[in-house]
T-cell receptor, first 114, second 112 residues
Framework: ETGVTQTPRHLVMGMTNKKSLKCEQH?????MYWYKQSAKKPLELMFV???????ENNSVPSRFSPECPNSSHLFLHLHTLQPEDSALYLC?????????????FGPGTRLTVT | GENVEQHPSTLSVQEGDSAVIKCTYS??????FPWYKQELGKRPQLIID?????GEKKDQRIAVTLNKTAKHFSLHITETQPEDSAVYFC???????????FGAGTTVTVRA
């Protein structure tokens, strides 16, 4: 498979559940990103990893916990979420860990918190 | 931090007409300005970008202009076609180039 893939594509979870989102990039890139996309709002950057090191944590609540075991994989661990966390979560990758490179997005995980 | 504002939020144009979307940014040190297109149910994809050392860039029916003095940049789509219907996002890099700040998006509808 090519490009950036994300699993699952859809997720419904209760406020007390623990779940993880997975992202994998097949482009040989060095940087990976998590974004939150809510209706009628700008894409919100959550985390940036460059060469497996977190370089940006955009004031995200601790109920979101990222993990980047290698340059091809990125996880977002979720626990005790709130209904307002319901959104589309997009993963992206870029050649280098700077904003001045094209970012390739995955298809997203549509998360619903009940 | 960087603040990007995008207007209009929705835009309806007749097929064949032009569409213009405008964005302003706050950080004078920003030097990279991409535009992403997101079709319904699909992922955002880069359609054009511009760097601060140029004032205009064209790619077929799409062009972007940048005015660094006024801190605004615009996307121009000429001879619009139904497949141009999508949400368009502008973005600007922050001063240390670690991240992009996105506008809220413009929903473009091309009427046949």
């Amino acid at each position: 498979e090519t490009g950036v893939t994300q699993t699952p594509r859809h997720l419904v979870m209760g406020m007390t559940n623990k779940k993880s989102l997975k992202c994998e990039q097949h482009l040989g890139h060095n940087a990976m990103y998590w974004y939150k996309q809510s209706a009628k709002k700008p894409l919100e950057l959550m985390f940036v990893y460059s060469l497996e090191e977190r370089v940006e944590n955009n004031s995200v609540p601790s109920r979101f916990s990222p993990e980047c075991p290698n340059s091809s994989h990125l996880f977002l661990h979720l626990h005790t979420l709130q209904p307002e966390d319901s959104a589309l979560y997009l993963c992206a990758s870029s050649q280098e860990g700077t904003a001045a490179y094209e970012q390739y997005f995955g298809p997203g995980t549509r998360l619903t918190v009940t | 931090g960087e603040n990007v504002e995008q207007h209009p939020s929705t835009l309806s144009v007749q097929e064949g007409d032009s569409a213009v979307i405008k964005c302003t940014y706050s950080d004078s040190a920003s030097n990279y300005f991409p535009w992403y297109k997101q079709e319904l149910g699909k992922r955002p994809q880069l359609i054009i970008d511009i760097r601060s050392n140029v004032g205009e860039k064209k790619d077929q029916r799409i062009a972007v202009t940048l005015n660094k003095t006024a801190k605004h940049f615009s996307l121009h789509i000429t001879e619009t076609q139904p497949e141009d219907s999508a949400v368009y996002f502008c973005a600007a890099s922050d001063s240390n180039d670690y991240k992009l700040s996105f506008g809220a998006g413009t929903t473009v509808t091309v009427r046949a």
